[in-house]
């Protein structure tokens, strides 16, 4: 949704069209404030305290992404070898 | 043995018989009757020993029936139907052959009642596995499957001792519960473990599967890892050291999805993930937790089968599986890619979908048990699926550039494969009774409450929103991954190499030495007898045989270390 045409044939398919990708982009954020506006409405339940908070799962669920994609990149330093490392 | 209970394992072993000797329309219909069939028999098998046989003094219980092992045993058959309904127009009549006699040992595995015909089976479903990716048919396909065979022999072999020292001690070998106390119990555990792709050889599964063919990655990603799920909750249910074993597999694989380049091997790698949330219930051990890893197994082995089936019809029109190769697919291919989508929400624990009404058990079972650390890192590794599998699957091979590529979308057989199991995974997820009734234990579970809709809708969401904000530092790159199977692929190597040179440059310097000894005794013989000329020459003669014996004696050792 975010990456730009860079293709060899940029063709004008309406999914990938930059106003449709805008509005793809607006509904997303609505559907994320909904679904935190949603916990208001909802029986409050906490296992184990913290994950009752409001938009906790949505501040866990970022955070946790963000962070595995970090440490994936780094660890991507030490482990990624060329497509040919095993090839005798 | 009843006339009214036909094996079930024994149906697809025959058909798979049948399968290597006929061709055409014979084999397609074997090929679609016989997991119906077999289901019919999965359903007719009653609780208990119902099949024992006199082996090697011993009598082995073949069938012995029970929930848990139905709800496999079923599972495994409905996956025969739709992987045969997959394959049956491209797959070679050896694949094929070989993937439903996979699939029979792997039935046979699920109603084993005693450890000796389950060892059986599961040596059975190592040699036809194998024979499954060799049909691959490359020659990184004929060496991946050599390096699998490997390491599933190596498995056999400890899982072997362990069973043998097992009946040693308790002169019984009934598949029963047990925990992980003594020597013999660890090595059945580690035997099993191997087979669930755990740490630390975990690296069989990403390396051999992705080599198989565009149909035979279907039925290997069903069978060998589920079976060994079973066998985890028969053998070692709340074996403690299961829940850490389960937690680093799915963290494992989140982090290889996220840095792996081959759509295929991502898909891999999830396995790995799904099945370290099957085996951290198995560990929780309670019994929500192995009614959530046994209903997970079910929901998984569909949605992984729809995934990779959605990868496979993109590798079978376009010969590609690299994201770096793929891209802006779903123009011409929108049947493949809404398939791969429900698969990919599936596997995500979308709502509505079966991984929602199967996978939050496990987290429940880990809050109700009060284990946070579990709990927090369930939930990270359900958002990081979303992101190595739910988002970056479909986003990578279906979206993302335009690659310039319109192939065809599946053709008819393979489409309605993946229309049968996208249904089920939305069955599942909206109508889940049905497999909550066949769980080992009787649960009134609802996975359908306001607070956990909210709390997983928000998880997956801005797990979702962090995949396209942090799509810069998720570039694909044409690489590989160092994993463990390096030590085998060219640690081995390193090892050998180095101890020919050390054993060479030994071998020169003792030669030598050997050489001036000789030399001297010669010497030292010609000097006592010098004016014999014929006792001098048989000498050379002599030194000569001593000098081959030396030479084939270290040209055998320098060969056997290579």
Redesign the interface.
């Known amino acids: ?3 730009k ?7 004008n ?1 309406w ?2 069209r930059p106003s449709t990708i805008r509005i793809l982009w607006i509904l ?1 954020i609505a ?2 404030a909904a ?2 506006v ?2 208001l ?5 906490a ?2 305290g913290i ?1 009752g908070w409001l ?8 955070s ?3 962070l ?6 780094l ?2 330093y ?6 040919g ?2 090839d005798d | 043995m009843t006339i009214d209970m036909v094996p079930p394992g024994l149906i697809m072993i025959v058909a798979a018989l049948l399968i290597a000797l006929t061709r055409g329309t014979v084999r397609t219909a074997i090929v679609l009757a016989a997991p119906l069939l077999t289901l019919w028999a999965v359903f007719q098998v009653p609780d208990g020993v119902s099949l024992s046989a006199p082996f090697l003094g011993y009598n082995i219980e073949l069938i012995e029936g029970s929930s848990v092992r139905r709800l496999f045993a079923t599972v495994f058959s409905i996956m025969a139907f739709a992987g045969g309904l997959y394959s049956f127009r491209t797959a070679r009549g050896v694949e094929l052959a070989a993937a439903f006699a996979y699939a029979g040992g792997s039935i046979g595995v699920a109603f084993s009642g005693d450890l000796i015909s389950f060892f059986l089976f599961w040596e059975w479903m190592a040699i036809f596995s194998t024979i499954v990716i060799l049909s691959g048919g490359s020659a990184a396909a004929r060496a991946a499957a050599f390096r699998y065979a490997l390491v599933h022999f190596l498995g056999g072999v400890i899982l072997m001792v362990g069973i043998a020292a097992l009946y040693v001690q308790t002169g019984s070998v009934d598949v029963a519960a047990m925990k992980a106390t003594d020597f013999a119990s660890w090595m059945v555990l580690i035997g099993i473990l191997i087979n669930a792709a755990a740490p630390p050889l975990s690296s069989w599964l990403p390396d051999a599967y992705p080599e198989s063919s565009p149909t035979g990655m279907v039925f290997l990603s069903a069978y060998t890892t589920k079976t060994a799920v079973l066998a985890l909750i028969l053998l070692f249910p709340g074996e403690k050291v299961l829940v850490f074993v389960g937690l680093y597999m799915a963290v494992y694989g ?2 290889y999805a ?2 792996e380049n081959d759509a295929r091997r991502i898909l891999a790698y999830s396995i790995v993930n799904q099945v370290g949330f099957m085996v951290t219930g198995i560990g929780i051990g309670t019994e929500m937790a192995i009614n959530g890893a046994a209903a997970h197994a079910f929901a998984h082995i569909i949605y992984k089968a729809l995934l990779l089936m959605s990868a496979g019809v993109v590798l079978h029109r376009t010969g590609k599986s690299r994201c770096t190769d793929l ?2 697919l ?2 011409t291919m929108p049947i493949t890619a809404f398939c791969g989508i429900i698969g990919a929400l599936a596997i995500s624990g979308v709502p509505l979908t079966s991984g929602f009404t199967t996978k939050t058990m496990i987290s429940e079972a880990a ?1 109700l048990e009060h284990l ?1 650390v579990v ?2 890192i369930l ?2 590794a359900s ?2 699926v ?2 190595h599998a739910g988002i970056k699957f479909p986003w990578f091979v279906f ?6 590529m319109r192939p065809k979308d599946a053709p008819w057989n393979m489409g309605l494969a993946m229309a049968l199991l996208s249904a089920l995974c939305i069955l599942l997820g909206v109508y889940p009774e049905p497999l909550y009734a066949m769980l080992p234990y009787p649960t009134d579970f609802h996975a359908y ?23 810069p ?2 570039r694909r ?7 463990t199977d390096w030590i085998y ?2 640690g081995g190597k390193a090892v050998g190499g180095a101890l020919t040179r050390v054993i060479s440059s030994g071998y020169q310097g003792a030669s030598a030495a050997v050489q001036g000894f000789l030399g001297k005794g010669q010497a030292t013989i010609s000097g006592l007898v010098g004016h014999e000329r014929r006792l001098g020459s048989s000498w050379a003669i002599g030194t000569s045989v001593l000098w081959v014996l030396v030479l084939l004696v270290g040209y055998a050792v320098i060969y056997t270390l290579r």
Do not use: N
């Open positions: 949704m975010t990456e045409q860079s293709g060899p044939a940029p063709d398919h999914l990938v997303f559907m994320l679904t935190v949603a916990q409405f909802v029986e409050p339940h296992s184990f994950d938009g906790f799962a949505a501040i866990f669920g970022f946790s992404c963000a595995m994609v970090v440490v994936a990149k660890l991507g030490i482990l990624k070898r060329p497509e490392h095993y | 989140i982090m996220l840095l891209g802006g779903f123009r809050a946070p709990w927090f939930a990270a958002a990081g979303f992101l979206f993302q550039k335009d690659s310039g409450k306001g607070y956990k809709l909210v709390f997983y809708l928000q998880l997956l969401l801005f797990s979702g929103l962090a995949f396209f904000l942090l799509l530092l998720m790159t044409r690489t590989v991954c160092l994993d692929r060219k």
